[in-house]
């Protein structure tokens, strides 16, 4: 028996060996018929198709009159039926279909082909003397031409892409949505030659188990069981229009299977050539911590932007160019840019400076700054400024607890600067961007950002003509100093991955839609109110980091996991920084007209008192005496208790 086994051993190596042989044999063949020129491919399949269509005719009479073999007695028949059939298919634009590329719309093209061919054909079987042509030979003709032509070129695409397939260039990919979108995007890589999708992967149950473009679509349980049986190198998102909550929901359970997550881009963008279907990217945290977007207010967008001339403080910056940007699609007359960074000024002018010539829109660039009472009132008068968004302060938490004179001098004076000059100049609109960390702060940052605010409540109660607001909000994803590309970074060097404290979240919010809900709600301003942007449920740092090292394919190393790929440490809560951030100093809001925005009512002290603060505040800064600037902060500002520095 052992003998009997060894003899079956060697006869199935033979085998193997024979299996390879053929199938580099046919790589090779495949590679030279590519080289080909395309008339030469034409010229094949018109070939194949002028032999195959007299034997599809006679098989055609051998079914209607049950003869064995058969052969008719109007021969010519045998040259008309290639001749009309393609000739219509010619016409028809079948020939011009590259293979490898071909879809479900091949298979409309074959059945018009051939109805239209076998109609011909039967009208000149009857116009031209025969001596037997059965009605329905033409009719068995079409269907059986029809499954001829569909089965040819499917084997064919079929070869070419599995002779095409090379495993040290093409990655195994499974595609998660088998709508149109995953459907295209799957076609589009299949013939770009980078990817190898093996599988779809959707929801929906009614899909499982069906066949798209020849792969096979599977459940979640099925994905679980491909990525354990084959080396599937990442999974590619293709849902475009599914809610990010979905997104999410998806995203969680991808992540479990430390397998790399990427997203493919819109067939829209691939088409207009602002994206490649090689340029599969990494799943942002922005796609998935927002929330699904509240439909704008056309008119709150409008009403302090259209036709206006606006001035941007911080122009430069994450929050900034952002306004910036949307900003110039509401179509304003002016728009002047204040920037203390030269390179930051540069760059959103060169970026808009096109856009703005475009639109007929004036744009103005300024390098300053906002604590220059000169430069602001030049600025203010020359360009006739109409509303101001005051984007501009210092707002790293550990950079300004260690430099508190230049936090005061930027945050508060500069805000102060710049909302007298706005009012001496009878600017229409001031609206400051505000923080989270303004309320109940525990660092110099957010209590200057919220006696920026009592500034501004302040003017605003001492009956100014100008309508000061301000709105508050949370952390925006990608701003400079995001906790997101810092442990992005952190996870490609392999870690390890900065989490400070294990119970640590925030609010995050993504740039365009804080930018836009901050137009809106200094439209709706009507003086001194603190509008508060809805950012949604809160999210734990610590969870943030553990998604965000599974979406990239890699797993974290801890006590449970010794073996993992990136560990995360915690260095512990940096001076000023808070475990959790508020919204709202009291428990008073209210609606808006905007679902996302909240109106707080807040305490504020009267000009005078501001006015008598500022004083010896300016008095504390002339002698850099950072103690008693932190004390008079702590007197100012509700709930402001700083950290104890020794």
Same mark, same amino acid.
């Given at each position: 028996?052992?003998?009997?086994?060894?003899?079956? /051993?060697?006869?199935?190596?033979?085998?193997?060996?024979?299996?390879?042989?053929?199938?580099?044999?046919?790589?090779?063949?495949?590679?030279?018929?590519?080289?080909?020129?395309?008339?030469?491919?034409?010229?094949?399949?018109?070939?194949?198709?002028?032999?195959?269509?007299?034997?599809?005719?006679?098989?055609?009479?051998?079914?209607?009159?049950?003869?064995?073999?058969?052969?008719?007695?109007?021969?010519?028949?045998?040259?008309?039926?290639?001749?009309?059939?393609?000739?219509? %298919?010619?016409?028809?634009?079948?020939?011009?279909?590259?293979?490898?590329?071909?879809?479900?719309?091949?298979?409309?093209?074959?059945?018009?082909?051939?109805?239209?061919?076998?109609?011909?054909?039967?009208?000149?079987?009857?116009?031209?003397?025969?001596?037997?042509?059965?009605?329905?030979?033409?009719?068995?003709?079409?269907? +059986?031409?029809?499954?001829?032509?569909?089965?040819?070129?499917?084997?064919?695409?079929?070869?070419?892409?599995?002779?095409?397939?090379?495993?040290?260039?093409?990655?195994?990919?499974?595609?998660?949505?088998?709508?149109? =979108?995953?459907?295209?995007?799957?076609?589009?890589?299949?013939?770009?030659?980078?990817?190898?999708?093996?599988?779809?992967?959707?929801?929906?149950?009614?899909?499982?188990?069906?066949?798209?473009?020849?792969?096979?679509?599977?459940?979640?349980?099925? %994905?679980?069981?491909?990525?354990?049986?084959?080396?599937?190198?990442?999974?590619?998102?293709? *849902?475009?229009?599914?809610?990010?909550?979905?997104?999410?929901?998806?995203?969680?359970?991808?992540?479990?299977?430390?397998?790399?997550?990427?997203?493919?881009? $819109?067939?829209?963008?691939?088409?207009?050539?602002?994206?490649?279907?090689?340029?599969?990217?990494?799943?942002?945290?922005?796609?998935?911590?927002?929330?699904?977007?509240?439909?704008?207010?056309?008119?709150?967008?409008?009403?302090?932007?259209?036709?206006?001339?606006?001035?941007?403080?911080?122009?430069?910056? &994450?929050?900034?160019?952002?306004?910036?940007?949307?900003?110039?699609?509401?179509?304003?007359?002016?728009?002047?840019?204040?920037?203390?960074?030269? +390179?930051?000024?540069?760059?959103?002018? *060169?970026?808009?400076?096109?856009?703005?010539?475009?639109?007929?829109?004036?744009? &103005?660039?300024?390098?300053?700054?906002?604590?220059?009472?000169?430069?602001?009132?030049?600025?203010?008068?020359?360009?006739?400024?109409?509303?101001?968004?005051?984007?501009?302060?210092?707002?790293?938490?550990?950079?300004?607890?260690?430099?508190?004179?230049? =936090?005061?001098?930027?945050?508060?004076?500069?805000? %102060?600067?710049?909302?007298?000059?706005?009012?001496?100049?009878?600017?229409?609109?001031?609206?400051?961007?505000?923080? /989270?960390?303004?309320?109940?702060?525990?660092?110099?940052?957010?209590?200057?950002?919220?006696?920026?605010? *009592?500034?501004?409540? $302040? +003017?605003?109660?001492?009956?100014?003509?100008?309508?000061?607001?301000?709105?508050?909000?949370?952390?925006?994803?990608?701003?400079?100093?995001?906790?997101?590309?810092?442990?992005?970074?952190?996870?490609?060097?392999?870690?390890?991955?900065?989490?400070?404290?294990?119970?640590?979240?925030?609010?995050?919010?993504?740039?365009?839609?804080?930018?836009? +809900?901050?137009?809106?709600?200094?439209?709706?301003?009507? =003086?001194?109110?603190?509008?508060?942007?809805?950012?949604?449920?809160?999210?734990?740092?610590?969870?943030?980091?553990?998604?965000?090292?599974?979406?990239?394919?890699? &797993?974290?190393?801890?006590?449970?996991?010794?073996?993992?790929?990136?560990?995360?440490?915690?260095?512990?809560?940096?001076?000023?920084?808070?475990?959790?951030?508020?919204?709202?100093? =009291?428990?008073?809001?209210?609606?808006?007209?905007?679902?996302?925005?909240?109106?707080?009512?807040?305490?504020?002290?009267?000009?005078?008192?501001?006015?008598?603060?500022?004083?010896?505040?300016?008095?504390?800064?002339?002698?850099?005496?950072?103690?008693?600037?932190?004390? %008079?902060?702590?007197?100012?500002?509700?709930?402001?208790?700083? $950290?104890?520095?020794?």
């Amino acid at each position: 028996m052992s003998g009997y086994r060894g003899c079956d /051993d060697t006869s199935s190596i033979k085998l193997n060996l024979a299996e390879v042989t053929v199938k580099e044999y046919l790589r090779l063949w495949h590679v030279r018929v590519l080289a080909w020129p395309r008339w030469a491919k034409k010229a094949v399949m018109i070939t194949a198709d002028a032999i195959a269509f007299p034997v599809i005719l006679l098989f055609a009479y051998m079914l209607r009159l049950d003869i064995w073999p058969y052969v008719p007695k109007d021969l010519w028949m045998l040259a008309a039926a290639p001749a009309l059939s393609i000739a219509v %298919l010619y016409m028809l634009g079948t020939y011009n279909m590259v293979v490898r590329f071909i879809g479900a719309e091949m298979a409309v093209t074959i059945a018009k082909a051939m109805f239209v061919s076998s109609a011909l054909l039967a009208a000149l079987a009857y116009m031209v003397p025969a001596e037997f042509v059965p009605r329905s030979v033409p009719f068995i003709y079409a269907v +059986l031409g029809a499954l001829y032509l569909s089965a040819s070129r499917t084997i064919a695409r079929r070869y070419l892409l599995w002779a095409s397939e090379k495993k040290s260039d093409r990655k195994l990919v499974v595609i998660y949505g088998a709508g149109s =979108g995953g459907i295209q995007s799957a076609s589009a890589m299949i013939n770009a030659g980078i990817y190898q999708p093996v599988a779809f992967v959707d929801d929906n149950p009614n899909l499982h188990k069906q066949l798209l473009l020849g792969l096979p679509v599977t459940s979640r349980k099925g %994905l679980e069981n491909l990525i354990e049986e084959r080396p599937i190198e990442a999974v590619l998102l293709a *849902m475009p229009s599914v809610s990010r909550q979905q997104r999410m929901e998806v995203v969680n359970f991808l992540e479990t299977l430390n397998v790399p997550v990427k997203t493919i881009p $819109a067939i829209a963008d691939i088409m207009s050539g602002k994206a490649r279907i090689e340029e599969v990217r990494d799943v942002t945290l922005e796609e998935l911590l927002g929330r699904d977007p509240v439909s704008p207010n056309q008119d709150l967008l409008e009403l302090a932007v259209k036709e206006k001339h606006v001035l941007v403080t911080g122009a430069g910056g &994450s929050i900034g160019s952002e306004l910036c940007r949307q900003i110039l699609r509401l179509h304003p007359k002016r728009l002047v840019l204040l920037e203390v960074s030269e +390179l930051g000024l540069y760059s959103i002018e *060169m970026e808009l400076k096109a856009l703005c010539e475009e639109n007929g829109i004036e744009l &103005s660039a300024v390098l300053g700054s906002v604590t220059d009472n000169q430069l602001l009132s030049s600025i203010l008068a020359d360009f006739e400024i109409h509303t101001v968004y005051h984007a501009a302060a210092y707002k790293h938490v550990p950079m300004v607890e260690q430099n508190v004179c230049s =936090g005061v001098n930027n945050n508060v004076l500069g805000t %102060l600067a710049i909302a007298r000059a706005a009012e001496l100049a009878g600017v229409e609109r001031f609206i400051l961007i505000s923080t /989270d960390k303004a309320v109940r702060p525990t660092n110099v940052m957010g209590a200057t950002k919220r006696m920026a605010e *009592m500034v501004l409540q $302040a +003017l605003a109660e001492n009956g100014s003509k100008t309508i000061f607001t301000m709105v508050r909000f949370g952390n925006v994803l990608g701003s400079s100093g995001s906790v997101v590309p810092l442990f992005r970074e952190q996870i490609r060097r392999g870690g390890p991955v900065t989490v400070t404290h294990p119970d640590i979240i925030r609010y995050f919010m993504t740039i365009p839609e804080a930018a836009q +809900l901050v137009i809106q709600a200094g439209a709706m301003a009507r =003086g001194g109110e603190v509008f508060v942007l809805d950012m949604g449920e809160p999210v734990r740092i610590l969870n943030l980091a553990n998604t965000m090292i599974h979406l990239m394919g890699l &797993s974290v190393r801890n006590e449970q996991n010794p073996q993992g790929d990136i560990e995360i440490s915690f260095t512990g809560l940096r001076p000023g920084e808070k475990l959790f951030e508020e919204l709202l100093i =009291g428990e008073d809001s209210q609606p808006t007209d905007h679902p996302a925005i909240l109106q707080a009512h807040e305490e504020l002290l009267r000009w005078l008192e501001m006015e008598e603060a500022i004083v010896r505040l300016i008095k504390h800064l002339d002698e850099s005496n950072e103690l008693a600037i932190r004390k %008079l902060l702590q007197e100012v500002v509700t709930g402001y208790q700083p $950290a104890q520095h020794g």
